[in-house]
């Protein structure tokens, strides 16, 4: 069974940054299409970034272009979102998925993932 831990969230002011952090176990994350997601209050859950399993190719919402950075350690089985320049509306919980394949269809969708971790709250105050 697939387990997913995010941790790094908080609180920052904006034009801040953080970095959160995935730790996969129970499979090896170079075998798993993941992503990054994120619910704000009384919004759907959105897709924010994605990578392959190698991570040669990486996906961005159109709001965090050029903003945020997705990036994965394979050898540490760990899925990192560097987020630079936050803004009030990047406040959300952040959640971490991983597809039980290497690729999907449809990065955006959460029913191409199977694994969800438990997320972790990034809140941007202006």
């Known amino acids: 069974q697939v387990q997913l831990v995010e941790s790094g969230g908080g609180s920052v002011q904006a034009g801040g940054s953080l970095r959160l952090s995935c730790a996969v176990s129970g499979s090896r994350s170079s075998d798993l299409f993941m992503g990054w997601f994120r619910q704000a209050p009384g919004k759907e859950r959105e897709g924010v970034a994605a990578s392959t399993f190698g991570g040669f190719t990486t996906y961005y919402a159109d709001s965090v272009k050029g903003r945020f950075t997705i990036s994965r350690n394979n050898a540490k089985d760990t899925l990192y979102l560097q987020m630079d320049n936050l803004k009030p509306e990047d406040t959300a919980m952040y959640y971490c998925?991983?597809?039980?394949?290497?690729?999907?269809?449809?990065?955006?969708?959460?029913?191409?993932?199977?694994?969800w971790g438990q997320g972790t709250q990034v809140t941007v105050s202006s």
């Open positions: 998925a991983a597809a039980a394949a290497r690729t999907v269809k449809t990065w955006t969708s959460t029913g191409q993932f199977t694994y």
